[in-house]
T-cell receptor, first 114, second 110 residues
Framework: AQSVTQPDIHITVSEGASLELRCNYSYGATPYLFWYVQSPGQGLQLLLKYFSGDTLVQGIKGFEAEFKRSQSSFNLRKPSVHWSDAAEYFCAVASGDSSYKLIFGSGTRLLVRP | EADIYQTPRYLVIGTGKKITLECSQTMGHDKMYWYQQDPGMELHLIHYSYGVNSTEKGDLSSESTVSRIRTEHFPLTLESARPSHTSQYLC?????????FGSGTRLTVV
């Protein structure tokens, strides 16, 4: 069965520093992968997605992610973090069947130091 | 601006009460989903629907029920609320994999 692991529960970075959030997936075929962000008290917003093609994917708000099949990873990066990036970040993999279900990781809480 | 609406945003209710969480979308999406989000942030799929009169249980067993009588409306009902139902409930809709989420309903059962 598909699964997603986000090994970091919390990450704290200083404003202006670079960021990398880790995501590992378990899936038999080429996965459809997603990163979502959730601000406090809000729903989830799609940052970016990977279906196929170029393994470096650009998203909104200056985020990017790189798909590495050999490492079963889809890590999220941002070169310079802003205080407004403090939020919960979720990696997800599609179920691969006709239900279009997404399987989410447990999330990483990003804290930004001034 | 949100195209998927959940009401109420917050609800505190006594044990044994019947409650319905509302979810409506204006995008004409055929697929809709309910996720339960526990305090540790993890999201669990509890119900989904492919379209009108189609509902399926998700990966996490839930005592709630859903209905899909209209494309735009996907309400979730708890016949008898219990403290273990305290959680955040997120509704989403999609055409394929482009999920749009509502802002959620935070339910507290006392």
């Amino acid at each position: 069965a598909q699964s997603v692991t986000q090994p970091d529960i919390h990450i704290t970075v200083s404003e202006g520093a670079s960021l990398e959030l880790r995501c590992n997936y378990s899936y038999g075929a080429t996965p459809y992968l997603f990163w979502y962000v959730q601000s406090p008290g809000q729903g989830l917003q799609l940052l970016l997605k990977y279906f196929s093609g170029d393994t470096l994917v650009q998203g909104i708000k200056g985020f990017e992610a790189e798909f590495k099949r050999s490492q079963s990873s889809f890590n999220l990066r941002k070169p310079s973090v802003h205080w407004s990036d403090a939020a919960e970040y979720f990696c997800a993999v599609a179920s691969g069947d006709s239900s279009y279900k997404l399987i989410f990781g447990s999330g990483t809480r990003l804290l930004v130091r001034p | 601006e949100a195209d998927i609406y959940q009401t109420p945003r917050y609800l505190v209710i006594g044990t044994g009460k019947k409650i319905t969480l509302e979810c409506s979308q204006t995008m004409g999406h055929d697929k809709m989903y309910w996720y339960q989000q526990d305090p540790g942030m993890e999201l669990h799929l509890i119900h989904y629907s492919y379209g009108v009169n189609s509902t399926e249980k998700g990966d996490l067993s839930s005592e709630s029920t859903v209905s899909r009588i209209r494309t735009e409306h996907f309400p979730l009902t708890l016949e008898s609320a219990r403290p273990s139902h305290t959680s955040q409930y997120l509704c989403a809709s999609s055409v394929s994999y482009g999920y749009t989420f509502g802002s959620g309903t935070r339910l507290t059962v006392v």
